[in-house]
């Protein structure tokens, strides 16, 4: 099993920057691809962006592109985003997650292991 762990979420204004942490334990070893989605009130969960690979191959959602950054420190098991010129529209909890594999699936939330969330609130 593998647990992931979600950090530095919080209250920001519009135009801020925040830096979220997922750090994961356990049976890391099996962790090809890690990745942020996010669910707002009353919508469903979206993807937010993806790291996979030794390469570290990146994706993001269109909403964000150019705005946030993913990026991976195998050493320490951890998946950031980096989150800049934040916006009200991107208030939500957001949610760490890993996989043993990648593949279109992975943009409709068909991974292996979730984090339990962290809350992002953009005011106006």
């Known amino acids: 099993q593998v647990q992931l762990v979600e950090s530095g979420g919080g209250l920001v204004q519009a135009g801020g920057s925040l830096r979220l942490s997922c750090a994961a334990s356990?049976?890391?070893?099996?962790?090809?691809?890690m990745g942020w989605f996010r669910q707002a009130p009353g919508k469903e969960r979206e993807f937010v962006a993806s790291?996979?690979?030794?390469?570290?191959?990146?994706a993001y959602a269109d909403s964000v592109k150019g705005r946030f950054t993913i990026s991976r420190d195998n050493a320490k098991n951890t998946v950031y985003l980096q989150m800049n010129s934040l916006k009200p529209e991107d208030t939500a909890v957001y949610y760490c997650?890993?996989?043993?594999?990648?593949?279109?699936?992975?943009?409709?939330?068909?991974?292996?292991?979730w984090g339990k969330g962290t809350l992002v609130t953009v005011s106006s």
């Open positions: 790291i996979r690979g030794y390469s570290s191959n990146t």
């Open positions: 997650a890993a996989g043993r594999s990648y593949g279109s699936n992975w943009y409709n939330g068909q991974v292996d292991y």
């Open positions: 356990g049976r890391t070893l099996n962790i090809y691809a």
